[in-house]
């Protein structure tokens, strides 16, 4: 697949989602599309994944290996996101305390 198929795969998949809530769809921006490859290029190099600091810009970054995957697959990762808010009272659960947090099952 050249660049640009996966350019246009990757902009029909978000309006696709985009369109299922009602938003204007999305056009190409050469220079967006440019920093958003150099920034790929600079994670490839890194083997590493992190926001771009300080771009301005909104972005998803999205990492698989293996497979035949196109530019839909990482937009359909992030369209099929389901964000899970939980509320504790006491408040607890505090990251490397389990023990601390879950009391053993009582017989």
């Known amino acids: ?14 309006n696709k989602y985009r369109a299922m809530h009602g938003a204007k769809p999305l056009t190409l921006n050469p220079k967006l599309n440019q920093l958003a490859t150099e920034w790929a290029k600079y994670l490839l190099a890194r083997n590493c994944m992190q926001h771009r600091p300080n771009s301005g810009y909104g972005e998803n970054i999205y990492m698989a290996s293996g497979g035949n995957l196109g530019g839909a697959d990482a937009v359909r990762s992030w369209g099929s996101t389901i964000f899970v808010v939980c509320n504790y009272n006491p408040p607890g659960n505090y990251n490397n305390m389990f023990r601390e947090n879950v009391a053993p099952r009582s017989r």
């Open 1 to 14: 697949m050249s660049v640009q198929q996966f350019e246009r795969e990757v902009l029909d998949a978000h």
